[in-house]
């Protein structure tokens, strides 16, 4: 197998990490090829575009910052559209790539403390528009419309690292405010996505020590009614079709290559687009899980399973897995598809026309975090994150008589001191107006 050329298409350049997009200029014809085509079917756009790839190209495309550079002369892309940026962002992010500060929202442990799905659908929404925002204003371009979260894991344990990120431990309220905040991102456009969701971290994955090697071991009933619950909630009722496979594994096999990826996720859910590793997993399967004896062998098992981007060097593994008939172009040519169907649904190879997503970020447009309306949704989500305890059965050893102070602990804790003390104050004050 000849990895430089194919059909007798040239070898390509070394990857600029730009995601594939199309200008609105017509070639030639209107449509010279038929991925180009916005109103022909999805599958007939998707099996154009790789048709016309390179082997080389397909192996760069599986990485977490697909791209298919050419020189124009040799390429079937009528332009580039300049930087798309990688699929790197979850609304964390966003806080890391702005150089100034901003309204957010709280942590999803504390949205959760809303009870309140249309709240999430508000809060999503605003990471959505802002994310498109930043990647499309000539004032940024940065960041992504492929969103890491919801985080739709279970928090079994506090002490494990990424409890803040999900909403609890209750498998039907944490299905139902990913489902919520899922429909925020994606938006409610009939065919275009405000920006993809992609939920973290399939699946029982709820421990810190040990987390990158570990077996989470319960039967099928668990699986169904417990542990996945969120995750099918996220795809059948919120809209999502992508996901990141978790570093632990199910009964002694590793999430990464579980026969569940495609059994259960993309057969009976649905799930046809974006399938990522989660970092260091590729050589985890070698080194944490010893399930394979090289990262040659867990490469092609990973494309097998259904991974079509990995947040590690794939490269060498994938090529060697080719090279050695342990990997064929087919099984590239059926993962890869994912990515482009959700390169589609962002509206990515349409005409901006066509999608109004691709308005947000216009000249002049204010900076959407600026907003009465942002900050408005900021400041409510916050507020109902608020959880006031009533002692009125006298469950908590506390005396109103006996009490003399309250110690407030934190780096702003005199800022919160203050305010309670300006707040009692008020209250009090308010009471004797009322009742003098």
């Known amino acids: 197998?000849?990895?430089?050329?194919?059909?007798?298409?040239?070898?390509?350049?070394?990857?600029?990490c730009l995601f594939l997009a199309i200008s609105t200029a017509p070639v030639r014809a209107q449509y010279q090829y038929p991925f180009q085509d916005p109103n022909l079917p999805e599958e007939v756009r998707v099996t154009n575009i790789v048709s016309l790839m390179t082997l080389n190209e397909k192996v760069a495309f599986l990485s977490q910052r697909p791209g298919v550079p050419r020189p124009r002369h040799q390429s079937p892309w009528a332009t580039?559209?300049?930087?798309?940026?990688?699929?790197?962002?979850?609304?964390?992010?966003l806080r890391?790539?702005?150089?100034?500060?901003?309204?957010?929202?709280?942590?999803?442990?504390?949205?959760?403390?809303?009870?309140?799905?249309?709240m999430l659908r508000q809060a999503g929404a605003v990471e959505g528009y802002e994310a498109r925002y930043l990647l499309q204003s000539t004032n940024y371009h940065r960041g992504s419309l492929i969103m890491r979260a919801p985080n739709a894991d279970l928090g079994r344990d506090p002490r494990w690292g990424r409890t803040e990120e999900c909403y609890g431990e209750d498998p039907f309220f944490n299905g139902t405010m990913a489902a919520a905040f899922i429909k925020g991102l994606q938006g409610d456009h009939p065919k275009y996505w405000q920006t993809a969701s992609l939920l973290k971290h399939f699946f029982a994955n709820s421990n810190e020590n040990g987390r990158d090697g570990s077996s989470s071991d319960f039967d099928?009933?668990?699986?169904?009614?417990?542990?996945?619950?969120?995750?099918?909630?996220?795809?059948?009722?919120?809209?999502?079709?992508?996901?990141?496979?978790?570093?632990?594994?199910?009964?002694?096999?590793?999430?990464?290559?579980?026969?569940?990826?495609?059994?259960?996720?993309?057969?009976?859910?649905?799930?046809?687009?974006?399938?990522?590793?989660?970092?260091?997993?590729?050589?985890?399967?070698?080194?944490?899980?010893?399930?394979?004896?090289?990262?040659?062998?867990?490469?092609?098992?990973?494309?097998?399973?259904?991974?079509?981007?990995?947040?590690?060097?794939?490269?060498?593994?994938v090529l060697y897995a080719?090279?050695?008939?342990?990997?064929?172009?087919?099984?590239?040519?059926?993962?890869?598809?994912?990515?482009?169907?959700?390169?589609?649904?962002?509206?990515?190879?349409?005409?901006?026309?066509?999608?109004?997503?691709?308005?947000?970020?216009?000249?002049f447009e204010p900076?959407?975090?600026?907003?009465?309306?942002?900050?408005?949704?900021?400041?409510?989500v916050t507020q109902k994150s608020i959880v006031?305890?009533?002692?009125?059965?006298?469950?908590?050893?506390?005396?109103?008589?006996?009490?003399?102070?309250?110690?407030?602990?934190?780096?702003?804790?005199?800022?919160?001191?203050?305010?309670?003390?300006?707040?009692?104050t008020a209250l009090h004050r308010h009471a004797i107006a009322r009742h003098p």
């Open 322 to 363: 080719l090279t050695n008939n342990l990997l064929t172009e087919a099984d590239i040519d059926q993962v890869i598809k994912g990515t482009f169907r959700v390169f589609i649904r962002l509206g990515l190879l349409d005409p901006a026309t066509n999608n109004p997503y691709a308005k947000i970020g216009a000249a």
């Open 388 to 424: 006031l305890l009533k002692n009125s059965e006298n469950l908590l050893p506390l005396d109103r008589t006996k009490i003399k102070s309250i110690a407030v602990i934190g780096s702003r804790a005199d800022e919160v001191s203050t305010r309670l003390v300006q707040r009692h």
């Open 96 to 118: 890391r790539i702005l150089p100034f500060p901003r309204p957010f929202s709280p942590k999803p442990s504390a949205m959760a403390e809303t009870w309140d799905p249309d």
């Open 367 to 380: 900076e959407p975090w600026n907003t009465p309306e942002h900050k408005a949704v900021a400041r409510l």
């Open 220 to 317: 099928e009933a668990l699986f169904r009614e417990y542990y996945s619950v969120p995750f099918r909630m996220g795809f059948e009722e919120g809209g999502a079709r992508c996901f990141m496979a978790s570093y632990n594994a199910w009964n002694r096999v590793p999430c990464t290559v579980q026969p569940v990826i495609k059994n259960v996720a993309i057969k009976e859910w649905g799930v046809d687009g974006i399938i990522c590793t989660d970092g260091g997993s590729l050589r985890n399967l070698v080194n944490r899980h010893h399930y394979y004896t090289t990262t040659n062998e867990a490469a092609a098992a990973c494309v097998k399973a259904g991974i079509n981007q990995f947040l590690d060097n794939h490269r060498p593994g």
């Open 80 to 93: 580039w559209k300049g930087f798309m940026a990688s699929p790197r962002a979850d609304p964390a992010i």
């Open 1 to 16: 197998m000849n990895l430089n050329t194919m059909n007798g298409r040239p070898r390509l350049l070394p990857a600029l």
